[in-house]
């Protein structure tokens, strides 16, 4: 497989960019793709079987089941960090391996169920937050140690909105190449 179409397995929809202005219907369509994101993901696996998802999206990715489990997890993380930058001053945010995670008991082998759950309640609580924050609390910023930049909360919905379509196209495109049925009423985000 040549580069070109290994990063195009692995960035479907392209890198996360942050827009040079972040308008209130940005930041509206960001919060709506977050909102929508619990149900159409599971939409999209409910009838998976067992097989499915233990397959890989791409050569060497990870299995549907690991997508499912590690986008709970890391919007359960975006989710404390959120609360954090709401809470203190510019806080640098505790990093997870996610590689790790990814490769734990759970994430290998929990049915994705508990996951979809997960995801709908943080889902809610994030969206019910994020809909009562003011323009300039949404500047407010915390700090990545990897980076050591500052990130606002409101470029922060976009890289989540971005986190959770990014993995959603990753399941709907390898259905669509292994030719498993989507039906023509599945969401999109």
């Known amino acids: 497989m040549n580069e070109s179409t290994l990063e195009k397995l692995r960035y479907p929809i392209g890198h996360f960019v942050v827009p040079e202005t972040i308008s209130d219907t940005i930041l509206k369509d960001w919060i709506a793709q977050l909102e929508s994101l619990p149900v159409v993901l599971e939409d999209l696996v409910r009838d998976l079987n067992d097989t499915q998802l233990e397959t890989p999206y791409r050569p060497e990715?990870?299995?549907?089941?690991?997508?499912?489990?590690?986008?709970?997890?890391?919007?359960?993380?975006?989710?404390?960090?959120?609360?954090?930058?709401?809470?203190?001053?510019?806080?640098?945010?505790?990093?997870?391996?996610?590689?790790?995670?990814?490769?734990?008991?759970?994430?290998?082998?929990?049915?994705?169920?508990?996951?979809?759950?997960?995801?709908?309640?943080?889902?809610?609580?994030?969206?019910?937050?994020?809909?009562?924050?003011?323009?300039?609390t949404l500047k407010r910023t915390f700090v990545h140690p990897d980076s050591g930049a500052p990130t606002s909360l409101e470029e922060n919905i976009g890289r989540y909105a971005w986190h959770g379509s990014h993995h959603y196209t990753h399941i709907k495109n390898l259905l669509q190449r292994k030719g498993w049925v989507l039906s023509s009423d599945k969401r999109h985000l």
């Not at 979809?116 to 943080?122: E, G, I, S, T, W």
């Open 61 to 136: 990715g990870w299995t549907v089941r690991q997508l499912v489990h590690h986008i709970a997890d890391s919007h359960h993380n975006s989710y404390i960090r959120f609360k954090w930058a709401l809470t203190e001053e510019q806080p640098v945010i505790k990093a997870y391996n996610e590689k790790a995670w990814a490769d734990l008991f759970d994430a290998r082998t929990a049915p994705v169920r508990l996951s979809l759950d997960h995801l709908k309640a943080v889902h809610a609580k994030l969206v019910y937050l994020l809909r009562g924050l003011s323009r300039d």
